[in-house]
């Protein structure tokens, strides 16, 4: 299937590995021309090479730190009127709930909240007025239930949801639509700090804590980042224009309500 993205500029926030790397890697594969971003430069000019072998349009890396003005200035610089923003940051390590004091909380706020906040407020009034614009906001499962260890993400990761929840409607009849794309358990560094937190605080091996929270995925494996990639560049697309306000699993079941 065309997704319609050839020609298409596309910021995809830290997306020098993992799930960014996912959804920059479906973009540029259809086409569009994406700014990947990073801190590390030379992972991210690992991860611009390898994209650029296969993409269809350009691509080029940012090295910057968004958590700072000056890192959000340096990727709005690269690509100040994208059709596309990927907001996507890490989250906190996992800490008990009780180890989570006023500093964690802050940093999670500003990294999985008022960053990617800011970054759509930047992007929006250009977005408006050329009557298109996406904006897919990954944030995780832990939104919709709760995950051990991530309570402060998930605090952050709702605000953000319900922000954006309102800047879709606001937008929806300019052309923009605003999604969040909630991550269950992908094969990703990320989950290794999860699981590693999890088999230390439980006392046991990696390898059983894997187990363990594996089972927990009617699927019976963790997922493909292509997988969540593919999902990005749909939304992304044309073709997904009745689409917005949503905020759509993709856990291999994971989550057990029916809603």
């Given at each position: 299937?065309d997704?319609?993205?050839?020609?298409?500029?596309?910021i995809?926030?830290?997306?020098?590995?993992?799930?960014?790397?996912?959804c920059?890697?479906?973009?540029?594969?259809?086409?569009?021309?994406?700014?990947?971003?990073?801190?590390?430069?030379?992972?991210?000019?690992?991860?611009?090479?390898?994209?650029?072998?296969?993409?269809?349009?350009?691509?080029?890396?940012?090295?910057?730190d968004?958590?700072?003005?000056?890192?959000?200035?340096?990727?709005?610089?690269?690509?100040?009127?994208?059709?596309?923003l990927?907001?996507?940051?890490?989250?906190?390590?996992?800490?008990?709930?009780?180890a989570?004091?006023?500093?964690?909380?802050?940093?999670?706020?500003?990294?999985?909240?008022?960053?990617?906040?800011?970054?759509?407020?930047?992007v929006?009034?250009?977005?408006?007025?050329?009557?298109?614009?996406?904006?897919v906001?990954?944030?995780?499962?832990?939104?919709?239930?709760t995950?051990?260890?991530?309570?402060?993400?998930?605090?952050?990761?709702?605000?953000?949801?319900?922000?954006?929840?309102?800047?879709?409607?606001?937008?929806?009849a300019?052309?923009?639509?605003?999604?969040?794309?909630?991550?269950?358990?992908?094969?990703?560094?990320?989950?290794?700090?999860?699981?590693?937190?999890?088999?230390?605080s439980?006392?046991?091996?990696?390898?059983?804590?894997?187990?363990?929270?594996?089972?927990?995925?009617?699927?019976?494996?963790?997922?493909?980042?292509?997988?969540?990639?593919?999902?990005?560049?749909?939304?992304?697309?044309?073709?997904?224009?009745?689409?917005?306000?949503?905020?759509?699993?993709?856990d291999?079941?994971?989550?057990?309500?029916?809603?």
């Amino acid at each position: 299937m065309d997704l319609q993205l050839r020609g298409k500029t596309a910021i995809v926030c830290a997306s020098s590995q993992g799930l960014g790397l996912a959804c920059a890697s479906a973009l540029a594969a259809e086409g569009a021309n994406v700014v990947l971003n990073g801190r590390d430069e030379t992972r991210l000019s690992e991860a611009v090479s390898a994209v650029r072998a296969f993409a269809g349009g350009t691509v080029t890396g940012v090295a910057a730190d968004i958590a700072t003005p000056e890192g959000r200035a340096a990727l709005l610089a690269a690509c100040a009127a994208p059709d596309i923003l990927v907001n996507n940051n890490g989250g906190p390590p996992p800490r008990a709930l009780d180890a989570i004091d006023e500093e964690a909380m802050r940093d999670a706020i500003n990294a999985n909240m008022m960053i990617p906040i800011l970054l759509a407020q930047s992007v929006l009034p250009s977005m408006a007025r050329r009557g298109f614009g996406r904006i897919v906001n990954i944030t995780s499962v832990a939104v919709r239930m709760t995950v051990p260890g991530l309570a402060a993400s998930t605090a952050a990761r709702a605000g953000l949801t319900g922000f954006m929840a309102a800047a879709a409607r606001h937008y929806a009849a300019q052309g923009i639509t605003v999604n969040a794309l909630l991550p269950g358990y992908f094969a990703t560094a990320r989950i290794d700090r999860v699981i590693e937190a999890a088999a230390e605080s439980g006392r046991t091996s990696i390898d059983s804590a894997r187990t363990a929270w594996t089972g927990q995925i009617p699927m019976g494996r963790l997922g493909d980042p292509a997988e969540f990639g593919t999902a990005c560049a749909f939304l992304c697309s044309p073709l997904a224009a009745y689409v917005t306000g949503q905020n759509i699993l993709i856990d291999g079941g994971l989550f057990p309500g029916v809603n």
